[in-house]
């Protein structure tokens, strides 16, 4: 049985034992507060001059950071998608993790006490060995994070210099206004729904996102899938296509004929990119980007955030084997990823068209809801999630940009405009009036008015 006579053994003696043990619990505590006070232990062992610079040193660099956080929090959401500086973070948190480590070790060691037996050095050095265990894991989580959104941002964003900021201006944004030369940023939303059990691509949401660069207002333009006489177009001409074909077919047409694109099939996605330029041939604007998801990994992006609140307004049959109650019933709560998507997949019991308008709203409630705070916690698996299953040509250029824009946007106002009968007729679509709507839309999401036909705000709509 170990006892604290046999603790004090050896070379401390029973009179020195109580003020051997108070030194070594000094020599911890100093040790354990070393990273937030560094140079505390080397002005208790009377190294004034270094522990008053590395004090020193610790003060300028947390007014540093007060000042950095205080005025320029809208440039660090933009550095966090820079690859460069991204790297340059995972290094840091790596340095910074082997730093308090070592002055841990070193300020432990500057104020242990001689003559501990041996069983008192080891509780010591456990301590010590706990104590940077414990400190180094914020530092190293901020660089494996720096590391994970870097490979992100890498993979998902195209590297090449793009367009311009919304296709009608050439070069990068302006450092000052990034979107001084862009009044309206148009991408395509596209969401498809290729899943474990259906071979093949079929993109049954289609949504134009026009986002008033200047207030973060933003109207979606959305066409149905069952579009018919379909003008697709190359960029330069018109494509051959089927009368009958729909419009949901023209991504896998440009997939099997990447050819028929101007300038060549040489894109990251044929299909897609086909896709982007007959649906702004259609609506008659420049739509230079598109963003698209499928079925299954919507589902786990939204379980990956904690689901969405929504307000189901009528009941919406599902399959049972999807939801065992094989309906979502009216009333507003959190929806599990499952039932997210078949509450915008389902048309059971409705339309293509009712089907869109709740596709709307899961899209308010998810730009509504996910947070930083929201995105922070579900970081590791949404970066996995984003990987594997969403392809985008925007350019790695433009996310700083693009960072501050979308921060506008989530307490901006949304509206929505369909292209769906009795204002358009599907089957014999008037591709002149379509054109004519969307110039009048843009003109009244704009300025604020709702004159245009087919016009409404999404919040009155989904909540």
């Known amino acids: 049985m170990v006892d604290g006579d046999s603790f004090g053994a050896g070379s401390v003696g029973a009179g020195s034992f109580g003020g051997g043990t108070r030194r070594l619990a000094e020599a911890l505590l100093i040790a354990a507060v070393s990273p937030a006070l560094p140079g505390l232990a080397h002005l208790r062992a009377g ?14 660099l947390l007014v540093g950071a007060a000042v950095a956080v205080a005025q320029g929090r809208s440039l660090f959401m933009e550095l966090s998608v820079r690859p460069g500086w991204l790297l340059a973070v995972s290094g840091g948190g790596v340095l910074l993790a082997g730093l308090w480590a070592v002055l841990i070790i070193h300020s432990y060691a500057l104020l242990v006490p001689d003559g501990l037996s041996p069983l008192w050095r080891l509780a010591g050095g456990t301590t010590v060995s706990v104590l940077c265990l414990l400190v180094v894991v914020p530092p190293l989580t901020v660089a494996h994070y720096g590391y994970l959104q870097r ?19 050439g070069g990068a944004p302006d450092t000052q206004d990034p979107w001084a030369r862009t009044p309206r940023l148009n991408v395509l939303l596209i969401g498809g729904d290729a899943d474990v059990d259906r071979p093949g691509v079929r993109t049954d949401s289609m949504t134009v996102a026009s986002v008033d660069t200047r207030t973060g207002d933003t109207l979606l333009l959305s066409l149905p899938r069952n579009l018919q006489h379909v003008p697709v177009w190359s960029g330069t001409e018109r494509v051959p296509f089927p009368p009958e074909g729909l419009l949901n077919a023209v991504y896998e047409d440009g997939i099997r ?13 044929p299909g897609a990119e086909l896709l982007k330029r007959t649906v702004a041939h259609i609506l ?6 598109y963003a698209m998801v499928d079925m299954r990994s919507f589902r786990q992006i939204v379980d990956a955030v904690g689901g969405v609140r929504l307000c189901v307004a009528d009941a919406v049959p599902v399959p049972r084997q999807q939801v065992p109650s094989g309906v979502l019933r009216p ?14 997949r389902s048309r059971t019991g409705s339309s293509d068209y009712a089907r869109m308008s709740r596709q709307k709203c899961l899209m308010w409630a998810l730009a509504r809801q996910a947070g930083p705070l929201t995105v922070l916690r579900s970081f590791q698996r949404l970066t996995t999630v984003f990987k594997d299953s969403v392809n985008t040509d925007l350019p790695q250029r433009l996310l700083p940009s693009l960072v501050g824009l979308a921060a506008k946007i989530r307490t901006a106002e949304i509206t929505s405009l369909q292209f769906v009968p009795p204002l358009i007729s599907t089957w014999r679509p008037d591709y002149h009036k379509i054109r004519k709507l969307t110039t009048l839309a843009v003109r009244d999401s704009a300025s604020g008015t709702r004159a245009t036909n087919g016009l409404h705000i999404l919040s009155d709509s989904c909540t």
């Open 47 to 60: 190294r004034v001059r270094l522990g008053a610079a590395l004090l020193g040193a610790q003060a300028l």
């Open 284 to 289: 008659g604007r420049p739509v230079p980007y």
């Open 257 to 269: 004929r990447p050819g028929v694109l101007a300038g060549g099939g040489h894109v990251r996605n």
């Open 331 to 344: 009333g507003c709560r959190r929806l599990s990823g499952r039932e997210a998507l078949w509450y915008g």
């Open 151 to 169: 490979d992100l941002v890498e993979s998902l964003f195209a590297e090449g210099p793009g367009r311009g900021a919304a296709g009608t201006a």
